[in-house]
């Protein structure tokens, strides 16, 4: 399995959400690195305008293009990307080798999302739902993908 | 907001998934009754059959139908389902009072699903995603996004 980082704008408050995702890297961590960054939430103005987020967005944004590594595969989560199967989910995992790549990059962007410039930037966008999760259980649930695509390409047992 | 009830197999062995729904349904609590109902999962034998899982869903499925309460909307978890928004999801809840319905009630299955009666029984069969997560997952999922609901409807601030 490739390398993996995870990229996130914000940090987990929760110790419940903090801990779901240490449990799971500590699994991922048998198959291949995991790491991630994390980049500093702006505090946006109460109410803010449409353009003040813009603005939020774009600032975090650099911020996130500065901090991905060179030469990987970069999948940025959304909730208007493909959506697809934990099977198919591993797949791409399991092709990036064959395609030249040897770490793949997922980026979680705060609560207001991403900034488009990220976003074209991304070799993929993947949306997990239609419907809205905060940013810290989505790293819950990608930890958890992470580690499920790493027992389907292994062929092992998922551990409950 | 109609009270709810979450009928889910099998209990949480993870202290930060059990913190977590425990938490989203203290939110909950502010907004409407919620409690949940345990089923008790089934152990299947090592390598089970296609007909030694059937059979293991049929058994859980006469426990779940037995357990719900009358005149409710019946909501079954199932990756087949229908996906929606946050916001259509607190739009069907809302909807349910004009409908005749006080009460929604979950159906969380095992990690083998939910037989095909329970599902057969039910008003609506909702999809999270497409990907497969453990139960105990879509259990802390489903409590959020309840919680997010109830936010929605009430017009108030969504406690990050």
């Known amino acids: 399995m490739v390398n993996m980082t995870v990229i996130h704008v914000g940090n987990i408050k929760d110790r419940f959400f903090a801990d779901a995702?240490?449990?799971?890297?500590?699994?991922?961590?048998?198959?291949?690195?995991?790491?991630?960054?994390?980049?500093?939430?702006?505090?946006?103005?109460?109410?803010?305008?449409?353009?003040?987020?813009?603005?939020?967005?774009?600032?975090?944004?650099?911020k996130i293009l500065l901090s991905l590594p060179r030469d990987c595969y970069k999948i940025a989560l959304c909730v208007e990307g493909k959506k697809m199967s934990s099977e198919k989910f591993a797949d791409v995992l399991q092709q990036l080798p064959h395609k030249g790549f040897s770490e793949a990059v997922f980026i979680i962007g705060s609560s207001y999302g991403l900034s488009p410039k990220v976003k074209e930037k991304c070799d993929l966008r993947l949306s997990v739902s239609d419907m809205t999760f905060p940013h810290r259980l989505m790293r819950v649930i990608l930890a958890e993908q992470i580690y499920r695509a790493c027992t389907i390409c292994a062929g092992t047992e998922y551990h409950k």
Chains 1, 2 share one sequence.
């Open 21 to 62: 995702v240490a449990e799971y890297e500590k699994r991922i961590s048998g198959f291949c690195r995991i790491k991630s960054i994390e980049i500093k939430e702006k505090r946006p103005p109460e109410s803010p305008s449409d353009a003040q987020i813009s603005q939020l967005l774009d600032q975090e944004g650099e």
